[in-house]
């Protein structure tokens, strides 16, 4: 049988092992801390999150830890949604909020996104990493590679960019159905079909206003057969009312349209004419949505300006917006 003494020992030496591997690298402590997250052991994970708090890490690393290690970092995240466990649940959404900070950082960067186009056009195992980078980049990624596309000295980069275009995804639909305002028809043909490759049916008001007022034919045509990819019931009806019933998919908050989860913030793009660029507005998350509805709302009317029910969503939009917080209202609306 063990002695007073001994056990003592013993215990005072786990507590030193503990102690010392709290104070372990960055990269230590995350493993360990999605570890014993997996096994249920939440008493010594809170130790190994508190331990990645109090070392201020970079969030870009932890961003890349948590991708080296995609199915633990799953697994905190169902966690964090499930445990009863408050003070584990606070502790880890921290984290969390870490990594998300990581990933916006650097799908923002602006070095990091024109570079990545311009790797398309080097080679071909750097167009597959640059065609990550750009996926990764969303939203963000969609004014360079327009710039790029439009710049007469990089004619050479137009077909690689074009077909990676479609390839950045879901996230990529806002900024390219507010440039579909521009007037460089070649490179407004290529975003018409790049949004019949992605599929998602908030592009389809915007397409069927090409295919009711585009002067080009041939503009029209590409317009109506993104349409037909996308959902072929849609072609039989109006723009207004495609626009009227994106309205209403934001109105209610559609998965489809949520705003990317690695910031406060929701962005609102339109098409600058002057600069022949696209800008971009960030707006709360509490009432981008509602900004959205009346910004598919104010299209509805733009093109039929009788359409009841649109005005009745903007208003009741408007209200939502407004009990959300929104101070004012942005003056990009109109």
Not at 47 to 63: E, F, H, M, T
Not at 228 to 244: N, S
Request: with cysteine.
């Amino acid at each position: 049988m063990l002695n007073r003494k001994t056990v003592a020992a013993i215990v005072l030496a786990q507590f030193l092992a503990l102690a010392l591997s709290f104070g372990a690298g960055l990269e230590d402590n995350w493993n360990d801390f999605l570890h014993y997250v997996k096994i249920g052991r939440f008493d010594l994970a809170k130790g190994y999150a508190q331990a990645i708090l109090d070392s201020n890490p970079d969030p870009v690393k932890l961003k890349d830890l948590a991708r080296q290690n995609h199915y633990g970092y799953q697994i905190l995240r169902r966690v964090v949604e499930d445990a009863t466990d408050q003070e584990l649940v606070d502790i880890s959404k921290k984290v969390i909020n870490l990594v998300e900070e990581g990933l916006f950082i650097t799908r923002s960067n602006d070095v990091i996104v024109a570079e990545a186009v311009r790797e398309l056009s080097v080679s071909e195992r750097g167009k597959y990493i640059a065609t990550r980078r750009l996926y990764n980049a969303g939203e963000y990624a969609i004014p360079f590679m327009l710039d790029a596309m439009a710049d007469p000295a990089r004619k050479n980069e137009f077909v690689n960019i074009v077909a990676t275009l479609p390839k950045v995804g879901r996230d990529a639909i806002r900024p390219l159905a507010a440039c579909l305002q521009m007037d460089n028809l070649p490179v407004k043909a290529e975003v018409v079909k790049a949004l019949g490759e992605i599929g998602y049916t908030h592009s389809l008001g915007h397409l069927k206003y090409i295919v009711e007022t585009a002067q080009s034919q041939e503009l029209r045509a590409l317009a109506a057969e993104s349409i037909r990819r996308i959902d072929p019931e849609a072609a039989k009806l109006p723009a207004a009312v495609l626009f009227y019933k994106t309205a209403e998919q934001y109105y209610y908050h559609a998965e489809s349209l949520k705003p990317a989860e690695d910031a406060d913030f929701g962005n609102v793009w339109f098409w600058d004419a002057a600069s022949k660029k696209l800008t971009r507005e960030p707006v709360d998350r509490d009432y981008f949505y509602q900004l959205m509805a009346m910004r598919n709302c104010e299209w509805a009317l733009k093109v039929d300006e009788g359409f009841g029910q649109a005005i009745g969503l903007w208003i009741a939009a408007f209200f939502k917006a407004e009990a959300a917080g929104v101070e004012q209202m942005p003056a990009y609306f109109g």
